[in-house]
């Protein structure tokens, strides 16, 4: 159904028929439409919705929206939406809504929640604890196939996942994992004991969420365990989790790379003011560098005097080096973030820059010069730009390589490394060379 | 454990004792170690893992590796490894490997799996077809729980998951789906019918795999049903392989933002000659098209004979043009990635670019302004340099936001309108502005 059948649906007040073409959607959808309707609509159509469905619907909407609806929502029906969602949910919920609002949820939470939502809030904002849940299934070693599935049939309502199952101690130390497909297949009367994984992966509640994801990707898990130090068993975080925060790390490392300082809320919710402010500071670095550059080319002033097309071909000397140390650069920090690249590689990496920097600069000079030759039959100049283009080519693939390799060894994020710095960096370094070896060529 | 220590233990014959150590790794892990091994070493290790271990290792191994490993094992071995690869891990094997090795491993798999592979191997390279797997749960909808939990126990252990279960009409026709969770938590003697998901988002067999992986995204699914034309299940993707195909497409996206020609292969598994040619077409293209730019400048020539310094601001002007569309272009081609933005916000995206561009504009303007002053004293040069940087950077941003959005619209992937395409374009208008700016207010 689209937002404008809705629409008219609504104005129509046809209800009931509202009502039955949304229990045959999806929440996730159901949600992009409410994002997109007015206020007064957007509660009307929350009240048709099923309990169930509304809770669903609820998180996957946007955080806006989600301040309106809790808003105009009475008492019983916030509650209800709070009792569907998940502790994770919950958490987020809380953390992202103004604080006049934060009172109306957590008088509608139980007691005993409140508490799990008060320690969740606590974990530092980019660790594991603050991305767990904390509804699991948790068994016993000593059990049988048969009550284990039993304790799944009574708490599995309640779980995020069922699907991998968590076996603790007396005081709730992590002993093993089993799922739910071992349980299954197994005879009713084994022992949880004898069937359960030992050698488990598991995170602490302080490590990084985006080690977190990357341990996902690696071992290709459902879901994964978060013990505290003592290796208690405090929660768990699931698939869909971790793939939210391998989406926002790679919205992240994009807007590192173009200069943009990050930022948490998606492209319509940050204003302009925002928007401006994230992307200037990084603008003001690079504009005041590039004085280098600009002090270099006066220092030649004479020589572009003496020929002024040497000037034209600013642009493409400088072009060229940004853009063949923007390619080494980002293939390197991809390179480094799905670790396909080590630290211990650099010099394996190095190595194939500076032969393919051969190789394309060998190629771009040509081409440039068969272009100069019939443009400008100038063979003097050829030979400038073709050694030129070589040696720009090889020094920005060699930075591109080096400089963000060189910040993961201090531990800085690899992918401010790219190539806006790169650029301006390059610019001094080619046309340097460039003045520098027209100058020696062209005797002037 | 080490490759180090694995290697020590190779060396002192100490069989046992790596066969212990290996058994408690993760078959992720330990393929890690392999794929660093010498070719004599791997086969011997591999051939210490038990058969269920060996299988899951292989799957996780790099292709060089697998092949050599192919070589050297005997048909039953291989026969072995190939039982435990799930039917998409077999066809993504047989794709990989160069023909002549490809007989061998079909030597060793049934008839009637060769059959189901010469399928798959048919879909084309991108599609939903070409990843899924056709081990998975079906069931009727006649079906009780009991008799259901039955069917899951008896093919449970040849599924890829269990977690989804599909119910199928006599012809495969899908009819519903059902997950474990709810046929745990209901009665034995409920009827499948009426406990099944009759609301199903599935994809056909020719799906862009991207849209695969964003439905995976949006709807946080486990698992996705796979249909031909007639609605006949034909198999099911499951998450790990979705979360590759977002891994790739983002990897894809860096490397045409960058320049580069998509390449399938890793960094390290590209040869020099590879990589040249990948980065080779972008950068030819680029630089000829830089030409434009150089002729501007060119008729500008008796501009910065009056005026030498004007020459030296060339690199700011250009850079700051550059990395303002660069921005926008980021954000833009980000957000229409995760479709945050679509088609239908780009004047609502417009007008958001242009308010930022004036605040950003006159910052710039004003910082470099105070900075001429100190270093020049040359009001003029600051009034003309600030008009510049406001033009530029306001027809760079609507430049970043208009062009990822028309390759959109014209069916083209809007990465390829990011910083370097950009930049050169940006640098024309750049430069004509500048001087156009320069030669009207100093009377040039």
Redesign the interface.
């Given at each position: 159904m689209e937002i404008e059948e809705v629409k008219e649906l609504l104005e129509n007040k046809k209800f009931n028929e509202l009502k039955n073409k949304l229990s045959?959607?999806?929440c996730?959808d159901i949600s992009t439409i409410l994002d997109e309707l007015d206020k007064e609509s957007v509660i009307k159509v929350f009240r048709i919705l099923s309990k169930e469905k509304a809770g669903m619907t609820f998180s996957y909407m946007e955080s806006d929206m989600r301040e309106k609806l809790i808003q105009d929502l009475t008492d019983a029906e916030l509650k209800n939406v709070m009792d569907e969602l998940f502790m994770d949910d919950t958490v987020d919920l809380i953390e992202e809504m103004p604080s006049n609002i934060v009172p109306k949820i957590l008088k509608v939470i139980s007691k005993e929640d409140r508490k799990t939502i008060n320690e969740l809030l606590k974990y530092p904002e980019d660790s594991a604890g603050s991305i767990m849940t904390t509804e699991f299934i948790d068994l016993k070693e000593t059990m049988t196939v048969e009550q284990a599935?039993q304790r799944?049939?009574k708490i599995?309502?309640d779980s995020e996942t069922?699907?991998t199952c968590y076996v603790l101690s007396e005081n709730r130390i992590l002993q093993g994992i089993i799922n739910?497909?071992d349980i299954?297949?197994s005879k009713k009367e084994k022992i949880i004991k004898d069937l359960m994984e030992t050698?488990i992966?598991s995170v602490t509640t302080e490590e990084d969420k985006e080690e977190v994801a990357k341990k996902?990707?690696?071992?290709?898990f459902?879901a994964l365990p978060v013990v505290d130090k003592e290796n208690r068993l405090v929660g768990i975080i699931t698939?869909?989790d971790a793939?939210n925060v391998?989406?926002d790390e790679?919205?992240e490392d994009?807007?590192k790379?173009?200069?943009?300082q990050p930022n948490e809320d998606?492209?319509?919710e940050t204003s302009?003011?925002k928007?401006?402010k994230n992307?200037?500071v990084?603008?003001?670095v690079?504009?005041?560098s590039?004085?280098f550059?600009?002090?270099i080319?006066?220092q030649y002033?004479e020589a572009?005097?003496a020929v002024?097309?040497l000037?034209?071909?600013?642009?493409?000397i400088?072009?060229?080096g940004?853009?063949?140390g923007?390619?080494s650069?980002?293939?390197i920090?991809?390179?480094l973030a799905?670790d396909?690249?080590e630290m211990k590689?650099i010099l394996?990496?190095l190595w194939?820059e500076i032969?393919?920097s051969i190789?394309?600069g060998i190629?771009?000079a040509i081409?440039?010069g068969i272009?100069i030759m019939i443009q400008y039959q100038n063979i003097q100049l050829a030979i400038v730009l073709g050694i030129t283009l070589i040696a720009t080519v090889t020094v920005s693939k060699i930075l591109g390589c080096l400089l963000p390799m060189t910040a993961k060894k201090l531990k800085l994020d690899p992918a401010i490394m790219a190539?806006?710095l790169i650029?301006?960096l390059v610019?001094v370094c080619s046309?340097l060379l460039y003045f520098q070896v027209a100058t020696s060529i062209m005797g002037l």
């Open positions: 045959e959607m999806k996730a599935l799944i049939r599995g309502l069922i699907y739910i497909k299954l297949l050698n992966i996902f990707d690696k071992y290709d459902y698939i869909d793939i391998m989406q790679v919205t994009f807007e790379m173009a200069a943009i998606g492209y319509f302009v003011f928007h401006a992307r200037i990084w603008l003001l690079l504009m005041l590039s004085a550059t600009g002090s080319i006066t002033e572009f005097a002024p097309l000037v034209a071909f600013i642009p493409m400088m072009g060229t940004g853009n063949c923007s390619q650069s980002t293939l920090i991809r390179g799905t396909e690249i590689d394996k990496v194939k032969r393919v190789l394309v190629a771009l081409v440039n272009r190539a806006p650029t301006t610019d046309i």
